[in-house]
């Protein structure tokens, strides 16, 4: 574990970078060997405004950095934040302890926050208008929703004290669980429920992007799934009942446009309707 920390404590951005890359190269191809749903869609044209809001969520993250190093620079100096005040532990259980909180604040509040507040759930808009959820949807967020989820994660380290080693070891393991969890892969059942125990599973995460309520309002983790289940935000249904996309905004065609995502916060509030039965 001290190595993996040690590793994390100066990763160098290459290696961030190839982890983002890396990941969605990886899923992007088994995607095509064991596809969920057969989209009917050119995957290089849904793809585009995808990668488009990808490249602009590296950019503010990037940009923003030096505000993660020296918050976590900080808390360490000044042996500031909930994981420092504790008692002393092993570095394993240190790591998990300020892995699970950051991926609270950084992740499930953020997204529940941007679930309940009209004005930040018309910016995250831009991710659930995706009719057809694959790996590349996973960084489909507005640059707005970027700063926005950038502020929380800052939060987190503020609250919770993490250093540098767990900031990056967290940024890198949501990158791939993000990838994981949108991309469009067949799994088994079985598998996919024993993993939900732990951690947010493909089938879990996709309940959360059917189109309507009550299915929208659930399922906020990224990570683990240990939020959902203790705040009562976890919920199921059939994967074959899955429907993507959001009703209030049914067109598909400007939900693929990227001049009309990057417009799409500044539309009138809709929130899905759940009157209809699944």
Do not use: C
């Not at 009703?247 to 598909?252: H, L, N, R, Y």
């Not at 939900?255 to 995502?261: A, D, F, I, P, V």
């Amino acid at each position: 574990m001290e190595t993996i920390f040690n590793y994390f404590e100066t990763i160098p951005s290459s290696h961030r970078s190839l982890i983002l890359v890396g990941g969605i190269t990886f899923f992007w191809f088994l995607e095509g060997a064991i596809p969920l749903f057969k989209f009917d869609y050119k995957k290089w044209k849904h793809a585009g405004p995808n990668l488009f809001f990808t490249l602009t969520t590296i950019i503010i993250n990037f940009t923003l950095a030096f505000l993660l190093l020296k918050t976590a620079d900080w808390v360490q100096a000044n042996n500031f934040g909930f994981i420092n005040w504790l008692p002393e532990m092993p570095l394993w259980l240190y790591v998990i302890l300020g892995l699970l909180l950051l991926d609270f604040f950084g992740a499930y509040l953020a997204h529940y926050v941007e679930h309940k507040i009209p004005k930040l759930w018309m910016v995250h808009l831009v991710h659930h208008s995706d009719h057809k959820v694959d790996t590349t949807t996973a960084n489909r967020h507005h640059p707005i929703e970027s700063i926005i989820r950038f502020a929380f994660t800052l939060l987190g380290v503020f609250v919770v004290g993490t250093p540098i080693a767990i900031v990056f070891m967290y940024q890198s393991l949501s990158l791939i669980f993000t990838q994981f969890t949108h991309a469009n892969i067949r799994i088994s059942p079985k598998v996919d429920k024993i993993l939900s125990y732990f951690i947010i599973s493909p089938d879990m995460h996709k309940v959360h992007h059917h189109y309507k309520l009550p299915y929208t309002d659930s399922n906020y983790g990224n990570i683990f799934s240990i939020w959902d289940r203790i705040f009562g935000t976890y919920m199921e249904l059939d994967r074959e009942k899955i429907m993507y996309g959001v009703d209030t905004f049914p067109d598909e065609e400007k939900n693929s446009t990227l001049k009309e995502l990057l417009k799409q916060p500044f539309q009138g509030y809709k929130k899905p309707t759940g009157l209809e039965e699944v």
